[in-house]
């Protein structure tokens, strides 16, 4: 078991971090530095249109949620992971907004006024 020393006011609290804390937080940092790759395409090219609207909206969802969960649990591996994963999800979710064509580009050598 460590110990870590959060700052709280005048005072240190000690808070014992079991193996199991440890272990939670290695995996939401896994699943959650999963989404840098993505992002870091999405910036690069300049699109996101491979990305679903269904899935990143419901994954926004679920992440929300996950996080409510995580403050009233106190669950502190939860808290950490879903905080920085929304924050990566919502990047994503601007540059798509951003990116996302409200018209699809025009082709060279098709007219937009076609003869009847």
Do not use: E
Request: charged content about 10%; proline content about 4%.
């Amino acid at each position: 078991m460590s110990q870590v020393v959060i700052p709280s006011g005048t005072n240190a609290k000690i808070m014992a971090m079991d193996d199991m804390t440890l272990l939670g937080l290695l995996a939401g940092a896994l699943t959650t530095i999963a989404y840098l790759p993505q992002l870091l395409k999405i910036w690069q090219t300049k699109s996101a249109a491979d990305i679903s609207w269904a899935m990143l909206v419901t994954l926004t969802v679920g992440i929300v949620l996950w996080l409510v969960y995580g403050l009233f649990t106190h669950d502190l591996p939860v808290i950490c992971a879903n905080v920085v994963t929304l924050c990566l999800t919502s990047m994503i979710l601007g540059l798509k907004v951003r990116y996302h064509a409200v018209f699809p580009p025009l082709r060279l050598g098709v007219s937009l006024f076609r003869k009847a």
